[in-house]
């Protein structure tokens, strides 16, 4: 059984040290608390109706959300994680495809040369 644990808790800190090498960047954590923000926005935004309109059924939403998201085994944070590093490497990957076009566009394409030149000497 202490092995398990062991193993556990070294999985849990493994997890833990990636996570904050992943958002050391200063975009990613706040691309983290913007994707947090939003995904738990029906909650807080039921909240806020319930405070400002005193609706009873606006202050049933927001507790049943909010239970349900803070709930044990509900996994609001690693869906937050998830979202989060899933827009980070779309952004990536749009900006290597970007970058590579950049410099494609900007090397000088021989092939256009030599077409021009053929195309001269038939005239």
């Known amino acids: 059984m202490k092995r398990f644990f062991n193993w556990a808790k ?16 200063w975009r990613t954590f ?12 029906p909650v807080w935004i039921s ?10 059924w606006a202050w049933a939403v927001f507790a049943a959300l909010l ?5 044990p085994g509900v996994p609001y944070f690693a869906l ?10 779309f952004f990536e990957k749009r900006a290597e495809k970007r970058l590579k076009q950049a410099k494609e566009d900007s090397e000088p394409n ?12 038939e005239q």
């Open 47 to 56: 909240g806020l109706l319930g405070i400002l309109f005193n609706w009873a």
């Open 110 to 121: 021989n092939d256009n040369d030599n077409a021009e030149q053929e195309s001269g000497s």
């Open 10 to 25: 070294n999985k849990i800190v493994n997890f833990i040290k990636w996570l904050w090498q992943e958002c050391k960047d």
């Open 30 to 41: 706040v691309l983290l608390v913007i994707v947090c923000i939003v995904v738990g926005a």
């Open 67 to 71: 239970a349900f998201w803070w709930l």
């Open 80 to 89: 937050c994680v998830a979202v989060t590093l899933a827009i980070k490497r």
